[in-house]
């Protein structure tokens, strides 16, 4: 019943840009901690941003500052990563997750089927 689901990706030309989705489902995102992680194929899952509705601390992993921007919209009940300049490295699927912290972006709960996003010419 309470999940999170995943929304937004696709197939985007490198330089383009995406938002993606998390929208809750049983969950009231205002009392959540949210990870955006991903996982390209061979490697293994990286947190990539965090946000906190309690103490306000985000977290973005170094090779998106700059360019991923995560935001919230209440009456949404929704969590966005905003995705600029898109690289082909960028290639992965997409989850969101609760977590503990942004600190320690220890994920809890059960995963989505995340949703893919594609950087290619």
């Known amino acids: 019943q309470a999940q999170l689901v995943e929304s937004g990706g696709g197939l985007v030309q490198p330089g383009g840009s995406l938002r993606l989705s998390c929208v809750g489902s049983?969950?009231?995102?205002?009392?959540?901690?949210i990870g955006w992680f991903r996982q390209a194929p061979g490697k293994k899952r990286e947190g990539v941003s965090c946000?906190?509705?309690?103490?306000?601390?985000?977290y973005y992993v170094d090779s998106v500052k700059g360019r991923f921007t995560i935001s919230r919209d209440t009456a949404k009940n929704a969590v966005y990563l905003e995705m600029n300049s898109l690289q082909p490295e960028d290639t992965a699927v997409y989850y969101c997750?609760?977590?503990?912290?942004?600190?320690?972006?220890?994920?809890?709960?059960?995963w989505g089927q995340g949703t893919q996003v594609t950087v290619s010419s």
């Open positions: 049983g969950y009231t995102l205002d009392y959540y901690v």
């Open positions: 946000s906190s509705p309690f103490d306000g601390s985000t």
């Open positions: 997750a609760t977590v503990h912290d942004c600190a320690s972006r220890q994920a809890y709960g059960s």
